[in-house]
């Protein structure tokens, strides 16, 4: 039995190899920097060749780093964030950049759906209908007369993308298609009726596959230059999303994962396929009898960046954060709603934006940094409550992304949702649950849920009470002021 597993997570802003031993602990990470183009206001793309290339290096220097030989490697899973979608000639060149989840171009197509149309795509895909959706991305370029688009032979995600350059293969597995609104959980296919409205033909997507279907051979010259194995099993994985759940452990009914990075989610797994009445969160496919029920928000630590900028702080942002440390929970009655970047969960409203409210002189800069957290703190708490709704209430929740890392968010958390808060001492979660994915499509373990038992996890932070029963009354004001204000959206 070969000793690591390789997950390969690739992101928005960059695609990252961790090395893992058997039992979760990383040994190694390497990633290569994935950069964003805005060629118009509200444009997002990417290069999906330069991902490609980043891909490779990152494995590459994760195992170089890892000083592992090429027969101590058991299996590669692979992870990816959700929505990206490039026109692909067929001959596999991308035709374009890659749109990806944050590009709203298709916000125009939104709004000319009708309400019944949005309701009867949503509650058969479990997508909502929003800009970032590839269905969505799809009819603005069906609609513009976007050249690639009529000239595509497929549709692909940068995932899917990647795995062709590198396999051959055109394949996706159930949570990839889920998300990209064009995709019946029901049936586990592609819905005919929203294809022929977004104008392509079920051949120009990829073949549909359970998440530890198995890729075959790395091509040699690939394998070669990430320095390992041709003959390594690659596990198609799944979603980052899903995978993040997998890989923190958070499986069972009340079991609730929070990843806050550059955007968030709160995602819970059930084994029935749910939508809000309300339209407040997504149900995607996992596996052929599991799905996961949540919803994301643009703005997670993008709005504390923007802070930061904004006062031209110039210390580490672990020392920006702890300004928040100087004012009491509250901010002294500062709101801050964080749509600065759009919003999807709860809103699902790409011409949201962020406001500040309750300014007044006395407020220092600690007072605007414990706002913004608060803010990002209790929109995810308000996607969670319409979670609860579908899924019921939560027990554990656990915690992984960037934020994770700071204390003072930790216990905010933990005072804002009142409940316990666990954090992997693993802060890639996703890519230890594409990893863990690897190890079972090959067979060297059992299940899914075995996983519990592979996770480090460090102390729970446990709830202030008494700032509890103080964020039950900011909360309050909160929910008020968002009702107010996206009305005006």
């Known amino acids: ?75 590669i899973g ?38 019944e149309e949005r309701q009867r795509f949503y509650s058969k895909t479990g997508t909502p209908i929003h800009p970032m959706a590839p269905f969505m991305k799809l009819l603005w370029m069906k609609e513009t007369g976007f050249e690639p688009y009529h000239a595509a032979a497929y549709f692909m995600s940068i995932k ?28 586990l296919a592609w819905d005919e009726e929203i294809l022929e409205l977004a104008g392509i033909q079920a051949a120009q997507l990829s073949e549909i596959v359970a998440p530890v279907t198995l890729l075959g051979m790395i091509k040699e010259e690939i394998a070669d230059e990430m320095g390992i194995a041709s003959t390594v099993p690659a596990a198609i994985g799944a ?53 996961i029920i949540g919803g994301p928000t643009n703005n997670g630590g993008i709005a504390l960046q923007w802070l930061k900028q904004l006062l031209n702080d110039q210390g580490s ?12 929970p509250g901010a002294e009655g500062l709101l801050f709603l964080p749509y600065i970047n759009g919003e999807r969960a709860p809103l699902w409203n790409q011409r949201a934006r962020g406001n500040f409210y309750g300014m007044t002189v006395a407020h220092t800069k600690a007072h605007y940094v414990r706002a913004v957290l608060e803010g990002i703190t209790f929109n995810l708490y308000q996607i969670g409550r319409a979670l609860e709704q579908l899924a019921g209430p939560s027990r554990k929740i656990y915690v992984n992304g960037g934020l994770a890392r700071s204390p003072i968010w930790l216990q ?78």
Not at 42 to 71: M, N, P, T, Y
Not at 317 to 328: N, P, T
């Open 1 to 75: 039995m070969s000793k690591y597993v390789i997950g390969l997570d690739l992101g928005t802003t960059s695609a990252k190899a961790c090395v893992f031993n058997r039992v979760g602990h990383l040994v190694a990470e390497a990633e290569g920097l994935v950069l964003s183009d805005y060629p118009q206001v509200g444009w997002v793309q990417q290069d999906a060749a330069a991902i490609e290339r980043s891909a490779v290096l990152a494995v590459k220097h994760a195992v170089l780093k890892a000083g592992i030989a090429k027969d101590e490697l058991s299996a």
């Open 78 to 115: 692979f992870s990816a964030a959700m929505h990206s979608l490039v026109p692909v000639s067929g001959e596999g060149l991308p035709l374009s950049p890659a749109f990806i989840w944050s590009d709203g171009r298709g916000t125009d197509q939104v709004d000319r759906l009708t309400e």
């Open 160 to 187: 899917e993308y990647l795995i062709y350059c590198w396999f051959g293969k055109r394949v996706i597995d159930y949570s990839m298609a889920s998300a990209t609104g064009l995709f019946n959980p029901s049936t």
């Open 239 to 291: 979603a980052d999303g899903q995978l993040s759940n997998l890989g923190i452990g958070a499986l069972l009914p009340g079991e609730v994962a929070v990843s806050v990075g550059t955007s968030g989610a709160i995602r819970q797994v059930t084994n029935e396929a749910k939508v809000s009445s309300r339209g407040e969160t997504f149900c995607y496919s996992f596996t052929e009898d599991s799905y």
């Open 317 to 328: 942002y672990e020392s920006f954060l702890a300004e928040a440390g100087q004012s009491a």
């Open 412 to 489: 905010m958390m933990a005072d804002i949702f009142d409940a316990e808060i666990y954090v992997s001492e693993n802060h890639h979660s996703a890519a230890w649950g594409a990893a863990w994915l690897g190890l079972v499509a090959i067979g060297e373990e059992k299940d899914l849920a075995s996983i519990k038992h592979n996770i480090p996890m460090g102390e729970a932070v446990l709830p202030n009470r008494e700032n509890s029963q103080v964020y039950k009354a900011v909360y309050d004001r909160y929910e008020k002021l968002a009702a107010v204000i996206t009305a005006l959206f």
